[in-house]
């Protein structure tokens, strides 16, 4: 089974291949990518890295936490699922709340 790794605190100077470079020491990288602003293209300043084997995984988590990739000290951890959405826009501002009527009650579900 798979296991996906976050680096963060990389150079903006790192590219998917240095940093697939950095971590093919530790075994087969079945991908390694470096996340960039959709605007500008620029390095967001960190990445993911997709091993085959957990054991390598964990190797390459323990000897790359805190080493130095690109001339900056990287942190390595075990990737976390992204929990639904992600992000979007503020939306609208809510408005009053639901109709009342004299009685504090919705007016909106009469049903």
């Known amino acids: 089974m798979s296991k996906k790794l976050f680096v963060g605190g990389l150079s903006w100077d790192t ?16 991908d390694a990518k470096v996340i960039t602003d959709r605007d500008t293209g620029r390095s967001r300043g960190f990445g993911f890295v ?7 995984a964990d190797a390459a988590m323990g000897a790359l936490d805190g080493a130095e990739i690109d001339g900056r000290r990287v942190r390595v951890n075990e990737a976390q699922d992204r929990r639904g959405g992600g992000g979007g826009g503020g939306g609208g501002g809510g408005g009053r709340g639901p109709r009342r009527d004299r009685g504090g009650r919705d007016r909106d579900n009469r049903w």
């Open 50 to 56: 997709t091993f085959a084997s957990n054991d390598d």
């Open 15 to 30: 590219n998917d291949q240095s940093l697939r470079a950095a971590f093919e020491a530790y075994g087969p990288v079945d």
